[in-house]
């Protein structure tokens, strides 16, 4: 009897520990090997821009996959696709790490692509059993202990690459994703306890779903945001190099302002998220967050020329982001009812594919010249499109509600 009231409690609300670990391991894969680039690229005997493609090519699987382990968790259930997903991550891991080559390594490495579906799945069964402003709030604590992953990724693979090889980062990961699938299996409950329907039915109201702008709202304020982080990365080591002569350990800690923010900001809406509205969170995320660029841009106005003067107000970038992005989930989670996890992997993808494309502008637009002016006036843009898509999303959202009132 103890055993089952046991499991009844994991199916309602599933462990802020479990969907930590499913989201920060989603996340590592990212960038605990960026250090060993040039290392790889020795050993495989290839060219750097090919071994690159290990990022794109793995950006570009990162969307499908999480357009279509959204709408198969809605049929089939959370806990099996997770623990699927798992399973192709540790052998795309193992693969990478036996690689002989550079197209299997890169193909080891879209197999290892499949885990990033571990973060919007864990949102979805995080909304599975929470309302739209508890969810938000248990969304934010999640991504507040997630993003210690991203801080401390290449560092720790950096130092590995260094004592043992560029090959044992990979089997790391391969050993985290076996011990996270063990506990998964005996830990992680079902929480989708909606109703089946056809897997036809099912695409004919996936794809209705791009016609609610709510959805587009949500998703566009999501993919800006993370796009502002994206073009500080694409640009600020161009600008560390050329303007500011540091060294890439040196950049890593000056970057970490914007992940430091942002796990503040998640802690902010952890704690307030619950209490007031999804879009109220998301406006005040995006006002702190125009903050960030903007004394950044009037530091440099005034001639300081100094890598705190761009790197020090990014700091309310990742508040911003923060108070943003759990708030933006739940919402988007909430569009259409019994499709939890499909708007989830949807807006994922629509997240991670903004990513690139504002990490790509950038990256073509930097120069040796202008790299920390383009920066910061693309940073710019995006938080201002954000902004305006959160504005979006509270006109929406009011009018939904006026209309339920009615």
């Known amino acids: 009897m103890a055993f089952t009231e046991a499991r009844s409690s994991l199916k309602q609300h599933p462990g802020l520990l479990t969907m930590s670990l499913l989201c920060g391991l989603s996340l590592l894969p990212l960038s605990i090997f960026l250090p060993s680039l040039p290392t790889i690229s020795s050993d495989l005997r290839t060219d750097y821009a090919v071994v690159g493609l ?45 690689a002989t080559n550079i197209w299997s390594f890169l193909v080891s490495r879209l197999l290892q692509a499949t885990i990033t579906s571990a973060y919007p799945l864990s949102m979805a069964a995080i909304r599975d059993t929470s309302s739209k402003e508890f969810a938000a709030s248990r969304i934010g604590y999640v991504a507040m202990t997630a993003a210690i992953a991203p801080l401390v990724g290449p560092t720790i693979g950096g130092s590995i690459d260094q004592w043992f090889g560029w090959r044992v980062i990979f089997w790391l990961l391969a050993v985290a994703g076996g011990v996270l699938f063990i506990w998964c299996f005996f830990r992680l409950s079902e929480t989708n306890q909606s109703s089946k329907q056809t897997f036809r039915e099912q695409v004919k109201v996936y794809v209705s779903v791009l016609a609610v702008p709510l959805f587009w709202s949500y998703s566009l304020c999501l993919a800006f945001s993370v796009g502002t982080f994206y073009a500080l990365m694409a640009g600020a080591p161009l600008a560390a190099k050329e303007t500011y002569d540091i060294q890439p350990v040196t950049l890593g800690m000056y970057m970490g302002s914007i992940t430091a923010g942002y796990m503040l900001g998640s802690f902010l809406s952890g704690r307030y998220a619950k209490i007031h509205s999804s879009t109220a969170m998301i406006l005040v995320g995006r006002v702190t967050a125009l903050i960030g660029p903007i004394v950044a841009l009037a530091l440099l106005g005034l001639g300081l020329n100094h890598p705190l003067a761009m790197f020090g107000p990014c700091v309310f970038i990742g508040i911003g982001n923060g108070l943003t992005s759990p708030s933006a989930n739940a919402g988007v989670m909430s569009v259409r009812a019994g499709l939890t996890g499909s708007t989830a992997g949807l807006a ?14 950038t990256a073509a ?5 202008n790299a920390i002016i383009v920066t910061l006036y693309i940073m710019l843009a995006t938080t201002l499109c954000a902004f305006l898509a959160g504005c979006w999303a509270r006109f929406l959202d009011e009018q939904q509600k006026k209309r339920h009132e009615s």
């Open 54 to 98: 290990s990022l794109a090519g793995y950006t570009a699987a990162s969307v499908a996959f999480e357009m279509v382990a959204g709408p198969l968790s809605d049929r089939y259930g959370r806990r099996p696709v997770l623990l699927t997903c798992l399973g192709l991550f540790i052998i795309g891991s193992i693969g990478c790490a036996v």
């Open 348 to 361: 994922g993808a629509v997240t991670v594919a903004g990513g690139a494309i504002f990490s790509s502008i």
């Open 365 to 369: 637009a930097v120069t040796e010249r």
